[in-house]
Structure formats: C-alpha cells, structure tokens
C-alpha cells in the first residue's frame, strides 16, 4: 500500500534493528520506502553494532548532507549492551544534539524515532545480566521519550508494544527482529506516518 506523502528524500539511521543482518533479508526502511512511493530517493545508512556516538559522528553528517524531508532513527541498544554501566544521561546528551542539528541541517524534515521491546525478555542471561539489561533499556527508552518531545518528534513505543511479548516477533538470536518483526514495525511506521499526513 501506497501512503500520500510529501517525503521526496528519506534516510534511515539507526543499529542493526535498521540496518538489518543479512544482506538481502527485507527490512523495515525497505517495507516503509516501497509504500512511500516510487519517487522517493531513500538511503539507509544504519549500521549494524552502532551506538548513538557513532550515529552521531559517522551517520548523521550523511543524512544532512542528503537534506531528507523524512528521517527515522532508532538507537540506544549497543549503549545498554556494550558497557556494564550504560549511562542514560550521555545517551540522552547525544540524541539531543542529532535531533538539534537535523532540525538545523534539514528544517523541513519530519523525524521519527522508536522505543526498543525488552531486549533482556529472550536473550539467553544470567540472572544479574538480565536484570541490568532490563533496567539499561527502560532508562534509555525514557530518556528517548523526554528528549523526542522536546524536539517535536514522534515516538513509536516498542517497549510496551503487544507485538514485543512474542518470540515470533524476534530472530533465532532472541534481539534482532523476525520477518514478521520488520513487517510490523514497517506497518507501524507507516501508520504513524499516514496519522500525522491526516
């Protein structure tokens, strides 16, 4: 299905949950640029194990310079999964300053950004490691929702998603998201995008 979008330019920034894993495999920005149309230029520049500081360096000079009028990014996971101390406040700190220069470097774009499913509910942990990963990815999905608002963008919720209790939803590993997690989250995508063009 086709959605009437004024998108002409669309960039996908993110970790492995956009980037994908398998070269070839469909993917979520893939689902959500075929139903933008035709006419849209769309570039995924996500990177697999990328944090919200390599986002910030590496990936959001990209976008800008592409001058997108339709950005979603999602990040945060590798800054829980990579340290035994995530720090919320440096995530925070960085989504805010990408946010701040995408709405300088590319005014007219909408921006759309997700909260991550419990990724501790199928990931084969220990008790303790469980329970940090847990507490990392509510302190990070928090602080996506504080600073999304502060920015005006919409935040699609994955944590509380009904979708996020199955496994089917998720890859053999237990984290990545399934074929049928990626068609969800293209649907879900595009209904946010068709609720703000109503």
Same mark, same amino acid.
């Given at each position: ?42 570039? !995924? ?7 919200? +500081? ?8 990209? %976008? ?12 945060? %996971? !590798? ?20 946010? %701040? ?39 990070? !999905? ?13 935040? @699609?919720?994955? /944590? ?5 209790? /199955? ?7 237990? /984290?990545?998201?399934?074929? +049928? ?7 879900? /995508? @595009? ?8």
């Amino acid at each position: 299905m086709t959605v009437h979008s004024a998108a002409t330019v669309y960039i996908a920034m993110g970790d492995s949950f956009t980037a994908g894993l398998e070269p070839g495999k469909p993917r979520w920005p893939d689902e959500l640029a075929d139903a933008l149309g035709p006419d849209v230029h769309y570039e !995924n520049v996500a990177e697999v194990g990328a944090t919200s +500081e390599q986002v910030e360096r590496e990936q959001l000079p990209l %976008a800008i310079e592409l001058q997108p009028d339709l950005v979603t990014l999602v990040c945060g %996971a !590798n800054d829980v999964l990579d340290t035994t101390r995530p720090d919320p406040d440096a995530y925070a700190a960085r989504l805010a300053s990408i946010f %701040a220069r995408l709405r300088h470097g590319a005014p007219d774009a909408e921006i759309l950004t997700a909260t991550y499913p419990d990724l501790s509910r199928f990931l084969d942990l220990r008790p303790r490691s469980r329970a940090r990963v847990e507490r990392g990815m509510r302190l990070i !999905n928090a602080a996506c929702r504080a600073i999304a608002r502060r920015y005006d963008v919409d935040v @699609l919720e994955g /944590f509380d998603h009904p979708l996020a209790r /199955f496994r089917a939803a998720f890859a053999d590993d237990g /984290f990545h998201p399934s074929a +049928e997690g990626h068609r969800h989250a293209a649907a879900e /995508f @595009l209904s946010s995008l068709k609720g703000a063009a109503a």
